[in-house]
């Protein structure tokens, strides 16, 4: 951002949270001058009435006047918009700039809802590999939604904004905002950060409480300093007696001169200016004609960027051999789960007879991170293996809260490293087994979409349909646990480095306290390895002196390259000194060397439609 904008004039869209550039302009006031103008979609100002005239049920009536749009926080807060509600204060930056800004708020995206005839016209018209990805992207949105009223409840909100910035850029002398596709005006606006009364600090604000000065140098008893929403359930937000809430974090007011800024705003969307068209919004058009131009069009799709992939399943035949003990492996997808998984799948099945992987989806990664495990079992010639989505949150949080997962880093062998395996995973073959949003009627869905089959089975219909395959005597034999932290003289820290308040817990029961709870008082017998176990096998270098001597199969040299990635990481950068491999403390380093050198994988990294990691 910073070489772009230091190089000369530069124009800015905003169609998300406005945090990165907040934090640009706060860091750089002196590249200020540089920004010409900024663009952002967000806000809602003037916005209601989003429900059609004629319906009585077809939306909570509280809904239909509220300047917002959070779905689930309409009894705390009917004001804001996502965009503006993720960041408000560094919305407020933002806004309070100086810089030149035009906004189209929900009052204009509103208007222009995608319709039945647009969908259908759009269906007909894919010229391009990019109108085909769109058009695939919005059916699917509108065959998994989930009430039937698709048409009334998706905008062409990021679309929109970008039609109308460029529709206004055009012509370089348009002061008043003068384009095709949006109707403009100029509002005093600014955007609302802590509820009043200001000044009274009740633990909820971070830039005042416990600060003898405020933070950025804010002023004490100011627009800033007042409640802010702690989340979409807080109790001081709601009003008794009343489905609306008080709160108004996040919205786009409009108010005075003096207390805030001259903003161009878009009202509502123009109508087709050929009335005999299907096509009810000029910007319709427009939109299809653009992205269906030959012009500036993809250069491939997946099919013609890797001729000779084949979407092929590998499934292997065990029919002359004898199965060992069943396994159920419930991992959260951190970098350690992976390698366990890999050794787990090159023990014999004459040992091991791996039935099904459970994921966690409040761990070390995102749910989605579920495809890099579907590429792996691919790499494996393992496409039998059922792969089951657990859930999202801890048992007994709320399903929109991060009680516990929030103190997982989103970098720093986080998040953001674990989705991405550090970068290596885009390396893997790439499974025809993927995640999908499609849907079955057999499993509760209001109807199917174009392929049902394909639908992401659940971890309990993953166990369901283990536990029907096995004898019916059968019963769980053996719970191996990685994790826990058991006190001794030494007195050890735990894992959880990121709440300092926390000293003696180990993440993997800290993710969730409850379940583990429930799964330590079973019945069932359990092998537990703690934290101080995993700490004595997880040195980098003595499992990369190993694998360095080991056999180059496409898994060993995957192992390689991405523990030696990590040692690098983890020496190079204190944000990553925390990190160890833990999981693979469940069976002796020698026997983990030992399993990488043989039983290679079914196919790798020459395939020609992936990288090769050798």
Known sequence: MIDTISAGPTTVFLIGSHTNFALFLMTNPHLKKYIQHIYIMGGGVRSKDRCPNNSSTSCIPQQCADCGNLVDAYASNPYAEFNIFEDPFAAYQVFHSGIPITLVPLDATNTIPINEQFFMAFEQQQDTYEAQYCFQSLKSIHDTHSDNQFYMNFYMWDSFTAGVAVSIMRNADNFNGENEFAEMEYLNLTVVTSNKPYGIYDGSNPFFDGRAIPKFSLQKDGVHSGHVQTGLQDPFCFVPGSNKGKCKDGYTKEVTVSEGVRVLVAKKAKPNQDVQSPLNREFFKCFLDVLNLPQQSGRFNISRQFPYYRETLYMPDFTNRSLGKPVVFDMDMSAGDFLALTYLLKVPVEIIDLKGILVSGNGWANAATVDVIYDVLHMMGRDDILVGLGNINALGTPSLGCKYVNAIPLGSGGLLDSDTLY?????????????????????????????????????MEVWQSITRALNPNDKIMNVYVVGGHILDECDEKGSVFTV?????????????????????????????????????????????????????TPEALFAYHLLSLMQELQQQHQAYHHMVIENLSTSPNIHWMQAFQTHSGHIFGRNPWCGFLG
Not at 426 to 451: Q, W
Not at 528 to 550: D, G, M, T, Y
């Open 423 to 459: 970068g290596l995973a885009r390396t893997l073959p790439r499974s025809p087994r993927r995640y999908t949003a499609d849907k079955s009627v057999k499993f509760g869905a209001p109807r199917n979409t174009d392929h049902p089959e394909l639908r992401q089975p659940l971890a």
């Open 500 to 552: 300092p308040s926390n000293k003696y817990a180990e993440f993997n029961m800290f993710l969730d306290p409850v379940a583990a709870k429930k799964v330590i008082e079973s019945d069932l017998p359990i092998t537990f390895i703690p934290l101080s176990a995993q700490r004595k096998v997880s040195s980098f270098e003595s499992i990369l002196k190993h694998l360095k001597l080991a056999g180059k």
